[in-house]
């Protein structure tokens, strides 16, 4: 046990019981890394089981197991009645070496790079985990109506198709997609649209979609326009493009087309960014004279308009109002949507509406970031619009969320009256709280804490005129509203010292 080998292994093998991964991986792993590192050299003999499980304080058994996996992998050379010999595979004998005295350092990874590389503060993750039982968000969809069992089987039935394989193995197609074509149609049936799939290009979601045409169509310190507390996820995505971000004042009639005429020249904007449909976060519906005055603006000024239509699929009276795009004669407007947001947020799917040599430029971009896709989720949402499924999932779910809408402006009329205003919105998952008297919304989330409430910076809204709240309730059912509205009250209460 005095021998070299038998000192190296002693020195740099070491094991926990208490994880997971069995002791005879975690040695073999280090044996392995030793081998790289040039400690064990090729020819090395290592000690018999006997000995290496004495050496090592682990049953013999283990120790047998550690040399086969050393062998199943190439790294040793087990001889009968020799012993066991350090082999280096071929493509592993580039030896990396550590000095002696920080042996123990390389088997920790560093925390830090040796190198610089750019950082960008606006691209930290917004996301904040918390274990509190309940929680307010923005206006997601409640993962519980998600149709589980009927969706393993449309699954378990996209991934039989025949035809997948040769898709996989096509290099490239002269016509368009089955999935493609169905979304056209579904999109000018629902939309009031007159698309062809040379129109359209399907992403993982709006993000990405925003994120490619944002590279497309902005340069450098070019001007964008945004609602005046606008999507904060929409402009990390324009500031990591280099864009100098300007708001536009936003009332009950959507985003101010009259300011961009007064403060703005021709030729200094690139694009405008809005939610036509509902704006985010005032929920507000940008009213149908304003449409038109921003799209003859924008054919007048020659900027670009991308239109992020989030949650079209969420309307309980009437009919939604037909997209900008729908209605642009001119080639200025790039629609962006998404489909399947009554399945997992996995199976959600964006797209990007635009002209035709727009698409094409954003299909090159897409290879690089996404080349494979997903076509098996591309054959199952083609299904499921063939066969009406999507329509008829989101009819039935939009009945639940109105029913959850009403409840939450009913709880909000008992416990909130005199104290926060708010307008029923006609769509959407999330409402628009602002309060009468501002408060600190800071304070009020830290007392919500108490309570069991997580209130998200995300949702929080307040300057020197805006004292508001977006409360996302799509994820939670009645029950639960109704939890939530009295925590919240309660937490009220203690802010401005009534309890």
Same mark, same amino acid.
């Given at each position: 046990?005095?021998?070299?080998?038998?000192?190296?292994?002693?020195?740099?093998? !070491?094991? #926990? /019981?208490?994880?997971?991964?069995?002791?005879?991986?975690?040695?073999?792993?280090?044996?392995?890394?030793?081998?790289?590192?040039?400690?064990?050299?090729?020819?090395?003999?290592?000690?018999? !089981?006997?000995?290496?499980?004495?050496?090592?304080?682990?049953?013999?058994?283990?120790?047998?197991?550690?040399?086969?996996?050393?062998?199943?992998?190439?790294?040793?050379?087990i001889i009968a009645n020799k012993g066991t010999f350090v082999l280096v595979p071929e493509e592993s004998t580039v030896k990396i070496k550590a000095p002696a005295q920080h042996i123990q350092q390389a088997y920790t990874y560093p925390k830090v790079a040796g190198f610089p590389f750019q950082q960008s503060f606006h691209l930290a993750s917004t996301t904040e985990e918390t274990s509190l039982k309940y929680t307010l968000g923005d206006g997601k969809p409640d993962l519980r109506l998600h149709p589980v069992h009927q969706f393993s089987r449309w699954y378990s039935a996209a991934m039989k198709r025949k035809p997948l394989i040769n898709k996989w193995n096509r290099t490239n197609t002269l016509t368009p997609s089955v999935f493609s074509t169905q979304l056209c149609n579904y999109l000018n049936a629902t939309r009031g649209f007159h698309i062809k799939p040379n129109n359209l290009? *399907?992403?993982?979601? !709006?993000?990405?979609?925003?994120?490619?045409?944002?590279? &497309?169509?902005?340069?450098?310190?070019?001007?964008?326009?945004?609602?005046?507390?606008?999507?904060?996820?929409?402009?990390? $995505?324009?500031?990591?493009?280099?864009?100098?971000? +300007?708001?536009?004042?936003?009332?009950?009639?959507?985003?101010?087309?009259?300011?961009?005429?007064?403060?703005?020249?021709?030729?200094?904007?690139?694009?405008?960014?809005?939610?036509? @449909?509902?704006?985010? %976060?005032? !929920?507000?519906?940008?009213?149908?004279?304003?449409?038109?005055? &921003?799209?003859?603006?924008?054919?007048?000024?020659?900027?670009?308009?991308?239109? #992020? #239509?989030?949650?079209?699929?969420?309307?309980?009276?009437?009919?939604?109002?037909?997209?900008?795009?729908?209605?642009?004669? @001119?080639?200025?407007?790039?629609?962006?949507?998404?489909?399947?947001?009554?399945?997992?947020?996995?199976?959600?799917?964006?797209?990007?509406?635009?002209?035709? *040599?727009?698409?094409?430029?954003?299909?090159?971009?897409?290879?690089?970031?996404?080349?494979?896709?997903?076509?098996?989720?591309?054959?199952?949402?083609?299904?499921?619009?063939?066969?009406?499924?999507?329509? +008829?999932?989101?009819?039935? @779910? =939009?009945?639940?969320?109105?029913?959850?809408?009403?409840?939450?402006?009913?709880?909000?009329?008992?416990?909130?009256?005199?104290? $926060?205003?708010?307008?029923?919105?006609?769509?959407? &998952?999330?409402?628009?709280?602002?309060? $009468?008297?501002? =408060?600190?919304?800071?304070?009020?989330?830290?007392?919500?804490?108490?309570?069991?409430?997580?209130? %998200?910076?995300?949702?929080?809204?307040? #300057?020197?005129?805006?004292?508001?709240?977006?409360?996302?309730?799509?994820?939670?059912?009645?029950?639960?509203?109704?939890?939530?509205?009295? /925590?919240?009250?309660?937490?009220?209460?203690?802010?401005?010292?009534?309890?």
């Amino acid at each position: 046990m005095n021998s070299p080998v038998s000192q190296i292994l002693k020195q740099l093998v !070491t094991y #926990d /019981k208490t994880i997971v991964q069995p002791v005879y991986i975690q040695v073999a792993q280090q044996v392995i890394n030793a081998i790289q590192r040039g400690y064990l050299v090729k020819g090395s003999k290592l000690p018999g !089981t006997r000995v290496l499980s004495q050496l090592l304080k682990v049953h013999r058994n283990t120790a047998v197991a550690i040399y086969d996996e050393l062998a199943s992998q190439g790294w040793v050379d087990i001889i009968a009645n020799k012993g066991t010999f350090v082999l280096v595979p071929e493509e592993s004998t580039v030896k990396i070496k550590a000095p002696a005295q920080h042996i123990q350092q390389a088997y920790t990874y560093p925390k830090v790079a040796g190198f610089p590389f750019q950082q960008s503060f606006h691209l930290a993750s917004t996301t904040e985990e918390t274990s509190l039982k309940y929680t307010l968000g923005d206006g997601k969809p409640d993962l519980r109506l998600h149709p589980v069992h009927q969706f393993s089987r449309w699954y378990s039935a996209a991934m039989k198709r025949k035809p997948l394989i040769n898709k996989w193995n096509r290099t490239n197609t002269l016509t368009p997609s089955v999935f493609s074509t169905q979304l056209c149609n579904y999109l000018n049936a629902t939309r009031g649209f007159h698309i062809k799939p040379n129109n359209l290009v *399907n992403t993982r979601s !709006t993000e990405m979609s925003l994120y490619i045409v944002s590279q &497309l169509l902005i340069k450098q310190g070019d001007l964008v326009l945004v609602g005046q507390l606008s999507n904060y996820a929409a402009n990390m $995505i324009f500031q990591q493009a280099g864009a100098a971000i +300007r708001t536009i004042p936003v009332d009950n009639e959507g985003l101010n087309i009259e300011y961009i005429k007064k403060h703005f020249v021709k030729g200094s904007i690139r694009c405008v960014y809005v939610c036509a @449909n509902r704006d985010y %976060p005032t !929920t507000v519906t940008l009213s149908a004279k304003r449409r038109l005055q &921003l799209l003859q603006l924008a054919k007048t000024h020659g900027f670009a308009i991308i239109e #992020d #239509d989030h949650d079209h699929d969420f309307q309980y009276e009437g009919s939604a109002m037909l997209p900008m795009a729908s209605a642009d004669a @001119n080639g200025m407007v790039i629609y962006l949507g998404k489909l399947g947001q009554s399945l997992f947020p996995s199976f959600h799917t964006g797209f990007v509406v635009a002209p035709e *040599n727009l698409i094409s430029e954003a299909k090159n971009y897409l290879q690089l970031l996404d080349k494979q896709g997903d076509l098996i989720q591309e054959q199952m949402l083609s299904e499921l619009i063939s066969e009406g499924e999507i329509y +008829r999932l989101k009819k039935k @779910n =939009i009945v639940t969320y109105k029913q959850r809408r009403d409840s939450l402006c009913l709880f909000l009329q008992d416990y909130f009256e005199n104290i $926060i205003t708010w307008e029923m919105p006609l769509g959407g &998952l999330a409402i628009w709280l602002q309060f $009468i008297e501002t =408060i600190s919304l800071v304070k009020l989330a830290e007392e919500a804490a108490k309570l069991d409430l997580f209130l %998200p910076k995300t949702i929080l809204y307040q #300057d020197k005129n805006t004292c508001a709240i977006r409360f996302g309730f799509g994820h939670l059912n009645e029950e639960e509203i109704e939890i939530v509205i009295k /925590k919240l009250k309660s937490a009220y209460n203690k802010v401005i010292g009534l309890a």
